[in-house]
């Protein structure tokens, strides 16, 4: 059974970058991509950027500028970093995995979910 | 500017079955999967439905998705208390070359 465990820092003042991480266990893995997606209050769900296993990377066009996720095979962990935060950047942030590695992904498994607020 | 557009609220009653509608174009819908996500209150979103109209494991059959065209229906019937979520549609789009979802449906069960 594929299991994610995310951590990461919960509040964030604007304008730094916040960093949130994924470890994923119980499933190969190789032929996924390893995702994050995020849902602000009142709003619904935003794709914000793949990564796969040779570290080639989709990101959302609003979000590519400001967006970086990277990949760390030996730690079967992915990360999140976005900077330059601003309020709008408030939401709960999700890794998940994306089966298979392709455009026709879906998000089979997922992270608990780790909320993020940008204050000062 | 590619969107997927759902249906803010929908709501039944114990039993009924009710339908959720994804509206895409060709550059998303029309030419690619389209999957379902539920979510919960308080949890992280479940996938429901993928490739159209695929259940995974575990997932009850009074869940179904269909595809026709540039849009998509989820369809939910023996409504049940517990079907109270968000229900998100996702697609690829092709000019986008990126995920979408969808606004997201709040399902309410009277």
């Known amino acids: 059974q594929v299991r994610l465990q995310q951590w990461g820092t919960g509040l964030v003042k604007p304008s730094e970058t916040l960093s949130l991480s994924c470890e994923f266990f119980g499933g190969p893995f190789y032929g996924y991509y390893w995702s994050w997606i995020r849902r602000a209050p009142g709003k619904g769900l935003e794709w914000i950027g793949d990564i796969d296993q040779s570290g080639y990377t989709y990101y959302t066009p609003s979000l590519r500028n400001r967006v970086s996720i990277f990949l760390d095979i030996s730690k079967n962990q992915v990360s999140l970093n976005v900077s330059s935060v601003t309020a709008a950047d408030t939401a709960v942030y999700y890794c998940?995995?994306?089966?298979?590695?392709?455009?026709?992904?879906?998000?089979?498994?997922w992270g608990q979910g780790t909320v993020v607020t940008v204050s000062s | 500017q590619a969107v997927l557009t759902q249906a803010p609220s929908v709501s039944g009653t114990p039993g009924q079955r009710v339908t959720i509608f994804c509206s895409g174009s060709s550059s998303n819908i029309a030419s690619n999967y389209v999957h379902w996500y539920q979510q919960l209150p308080g949890t992280a979103p479940k996938l429901l439905i993928y490739?159209?109209?695929e259940r995974p494991s575990g997932v009850p059959d009074r869940f179904s998705g269909s595809k026709s065209g540039a849009s998509a229906s989820l369809a939910i019937s023996g409504l049940r208390s517990e079907d109270e979520a968000d229900y998100f549609c996702?697609?690829?789009?092709?000019?986008?070359?990126?995920?979408?979802f969808g606004g997201g449906t709040k399902l309410t069960v009277l």
């Open positions: 998940a995995r994306g089966n298979p590695a392709s455009a026709a992904a879906r998000f089979d498994s």
């Open positions: 490739n159209n109209n």
């Open positions: 996702s697609s690829w789009d092709d000019s986008l070359t990126g995920r979408l």
